[in-house]
């Protein structure tokens, strides 16, 4: 009898890849507040039930997985894009409690603060002050079997992450341009606070006809977790009152990315597209022809901005007889953008 393997016999752990402590960890190291989130484990306990009902899922060999997660679990968003209570209020609390505690030390003991990238000037990259170990554990032993499920080529193996928080409050970033993750599966559960608005938009896959047409518009909700392949276009929209922390969790697959698939080739593997872009899912970062549809908002002139996006002759025709001749001036930027 044929023996269908389960996910946990399959799991890979990453002995091979190994980690210098970085000088944030070190200096934060005697300041922890839970020593557990610094292990090399993820407590099954800290797992909201729903989710411990999915992982249990994948304990038992099945030729169908989909038969044993409840869809009420499990929800489907779009295709391509999930939704799942992942986190309870247990770890939430702690973990929260922890970045937090962080965030004042570094200030006090003056650690530096690695954020996320450019865009971002108030997270901070948490295998950077010594949390990798534990995102690994939960990356290997839960949040793998799951993806390996939804995405089947891109999830075929997780190596390696790229694991940060991005905060977001009235006062600070208020939220995050479209763009596509440098990640093969995208992993992004809310910890709290409060908040209004601060939804996240999700748009076309990179380079379909329907890259910039809008699709969902997801609404955060604490200890609830959204994964999404990276190539997807999306961005994180205004908050309007209070505070939103994310931890966000880029998992890499080096076998999917040694065959090319996700290498992102602009100019060759960027369809025409379909139609006008969609206002919400416009890049002022990314998108040449950004200035047709909106003025540039205060946070691109700040930036080196260096637009690719649509390549040249990539851009519909449509947009040309739409626009409205008392915008000439755009018109003219858009014959020379295309
Ligand atoms: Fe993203």
Redesign the pocket.
């Known amino acids: 009898m044929k023996l269908l393997p389960t996910f946990k016999s399959t799991i890979l752990m990453i002995p091979s890849l190994s980690f210098k402590m970085t000088a944030a960890e070190l200096m934060y190291k005697p300041f922890r507040r839970y020593p557990a989130l610094f292990a090399d484990n993820f407590d099954k306990s800290w797992l909201h039930k729903d989710f411990v009902q999915i992982s249990d899922a994948f304990e038992k060999p099945a030729k169908n997985y989909k038969d044993a997660i409840p869809d009420d679990l499990l929800r489907k968003e779009m295709d391509g894009v999930y939704s799942f209570n992942v986190f309870n209020d247990v770890f939430l609390q702690m973990f929260n409690e922890e970045i937090n505690h962080f965030y004042d030390v570094s200030e006090s003991e003056n650690i530096p603060v690695k954020r996320p990238n450019s865009m971002n000037n108030y997270g901070v990259i948490v295998n950077e002050i010594g949390l990798r170990p534990m995102i690994t554990a939960f990356q290997q032993t839960y949040l793998w079997p799951l993806s390996r499920h939804l995405f089947p080529v891109e999830a075929s193996q997780f190596d390696n992450h790229h694991s940060f928080i991005v905060r977001y409050r009235a006062e600070e970033d208020l939220g995050?341009d479209m763009?596509?993750?440098d990640?093969d599966v995208?992993f992004?559960v809310c910890l709290g606070e409060e908040f209004t608005g601060a939804t996240l938009s999700f748009c076309g896959m990179f380079g379909a006809v329907n890259h910039r047409q809008h699709r969902l518009t997801y609404h955060h909700e604490v200890g609830r977790a959204i994964l999404h392949l990276?190539s997807r276009r999306?961005?994180?929209d205004d908050i309007q009152s209070g505070r939103r922390s994310n931890l966000?969790v880029w998992n890499h697959n080096y076998a999917y990315r040694a065959r090319g698939i996700n290498s992102w080739d602009r100019d060759s593997q960027y369809e025409q597209e379909e139609g006008i872009p969609s206002p919400v899912c416009l890049s002022y970062t990314h998108d040449r022809d950004y200035e047709v549809y909106k003025e540039l908002p205060e946070a691109a002139k700040k930036q080196k901005r260096k637009p690719w996006c649509p390549p040249p002759g990539a851009s519909t025709k449509d947009i040309m007889l739409k626009v409205d001749y008392t915008y000439g001036a755009r018109i003219v930027l858009l014959y020379m953008l295309c």
Request: charge should be negative; hydrophobic fraction near 25%.
């Open positions: 995050l763009h596509t993750d990640s995208t992004n990276g999306h961005g994180a966000i």
